[in-house]
């Protein structure tokens, strides 16, 4: 019966031409190229053999540059179910990743293990369960550190500028938690919509109380080790019904269940929004944001008493100790942002990063999704943080003529 209604379904939308845009078939680069910009694909192997792929756009619009020119380096980290797409959604003027690639930036953009682009290992691939087998923890441990060294090998830097969202600030929280080594390469975080406990996600309580999340649980625990993403086909015809203009509305709804508000959405773009997130990650890590949600705890994976102890030593998983968190720290958030909740950020990342926190600027009517698909953000938020870290390269140009004006 259901196939029944699928296969008619997808007879329907062969039989009409389809309006789906270009871009939802396109990679990052790609898009990049249809703007205008300049795009490179570099692989990086992890340290645990999964290799990764980062997109990067050097040089301005329709130009073409000196790639090995010494640039502040912006280090563009994604959030859940979402990948590299999440910086480049609307128009170029309006995006992330190209307003940084205008401003002079050298614009690195991650992809997540698990995401589309980065879908490969040297032992197994993802079909093998054992690729699905990771969390957030492991995109800290291992990708942030190999995508960090890597960017900063090829351009010969010492140290690069951080931007993440969501998810993305966790990564780099985490990191910067555990690992002072590490910390000296990221000159600034830049914390979108950051979440380090996630005590209060206002819409999914809202919506359907505390039973939902064991109801969740209980649901993703019986199919772990495998990839959660929508079947590519599927993801397409939702794309090309949202984009239809009735559909729209409904389709905005839908995000807007997650992520608070939608009005700062490009309407007609949902359907391109929709092609490309949500972006496949691990069944695993949606069980590991639960846990933190139950525990009101930022700590490692909990495989239960006996698997902590094998893992970790220890019968509880490690907790994150944010107050070791030095790094120069700039938190961007707002009010109507339910899934960084504003209690959350003022108990767990203000009161313990006290020394770190460099700037802590609240946006008007922001939800989660705005940071990066809002196309005011290009007018609110980029424009103060170019600004913030273009003054800080020049003063830290001018230190090393300094430097080297006292052995000449
Ligand atoms: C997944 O990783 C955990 C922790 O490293 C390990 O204990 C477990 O055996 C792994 N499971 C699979 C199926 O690879
Ligand atoms: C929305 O996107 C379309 C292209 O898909 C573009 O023509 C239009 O100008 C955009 N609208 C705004 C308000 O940016
Ligand atoms: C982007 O460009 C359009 C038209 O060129 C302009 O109307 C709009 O204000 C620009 N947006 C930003 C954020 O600069």
Redesign the pocket.
Known sequence: MRINIFVTLLFLFRSETLAIDEECYMTVPEIGKRFGYDSEVHLVRTTDEYILELHRFPCKNNEKCDTKSKRPIVFLQHGLLADGFSWIPN?A??SAGFVFADAGFDVWIANSRGTPASQKHIGYGPENQKFWNFTWQQMSEYDLTSSVDYVLKETKQKFLYYLGHSQGTMIMFSRLAENPEFAKKIRHFHALAPVATVSHIGGLFGLFGKQFLTYAEILLGRLPYSPLSIPRPIQKMISYMCSKFLMQSICTLDIGFIDGNEKQFNQSRVGVYLCHTPAATSVKDLQHWIQLVESQNVAKFDYGPVGNQLEYGQPTPPVYDLTQIKTPTYLYWSGDDILADTQDIRDSILSKMNKAIAGSIELPHYSHMDFVFGINA??DLYPGIIKTIQDDFDKYRISQMHKLNKYF
């Open positions: 128009l003027n309006q290009a007018k």
